[in-house]
């Protein structure tokens, strides 16, 4: 009986610390985000736009671009300018794009500075200007932008908003 009683007695010290192990708290898993595609590093791409010039008419181009480092790309590009006044212009030049991928989305807002050579009138340009890429997938990104463009020897410039497409490889 002993025995009987010393059992009874250890199942009743027992038992509470076993339903007390029950309610221990559970770690939970913070949900992961899953992004719309897989982020690779393409560092060259190719691209087209257009758009109103509200100075003078339309801008219209392409442009290659290279991002050395995450945050910086260099863009070479050829821009058409119609002229609804006088003479149509074309430019060909160099910008500087320091720019900031939003974390957990695809969106890139960037700002720009580059120069440009007037090939119509021959004379050198700067430019400014920034805009918003939107990866679509991870080869193909919209890019809208606004750019204003000023010979250097004029206080007198041009205002354009322009969409585009990108490739990236």
């Known amino acids: 009986m002993n025995k009987i009683m010393m059992y009874a007695a250890v199942i009743a010290f027992a038992s509470p610390m076993i339903a007390f192990a029950a309610d221990a708290p559970v770690p939970v898993k913070r949900p992961v985000f899953i992004p719309l595609y897989e982020e690779v590093n393409y560092n ?7 758009g109103p010039n509200v100075s003078t008419g339309y801008s219209t181009g392409m442009t290659a671009g290279y991002k050395p480092f995450d945050n910086l790309g260099i863009e ?39 120069v440009a050579y007037n090939v ?50």
């Open 44 to 50: 060259s791409y190719v691209g087209v736009f257009g």
């Open 76 to 114: 070479g590009r050829y821009t058409h300018r119609g002229n609804l006044h006088t003479k149509d212009t074309d430019h060909v030049g160099v910008n500087f794009i320091p720019q900031a991928r939003i974390k957990g989305t695809n969106i890139t807002p960037y700002v720009l500075g580059g």
């Open 120 to 169: 119509t009138t021959h004379k050198n340009t700067w430019n400014t200007g920034g805009g918003v890429k939107y990866g679509l997938t991870e080869r193909v990104e919209l890019d809208g932008r606004y750019t204003h463009t000023q010979n250097f020897n004029s206080r007198k410039g041009d205002n354009a908003f322009t969409a585009g497409v990108n490739f990236k490889f």
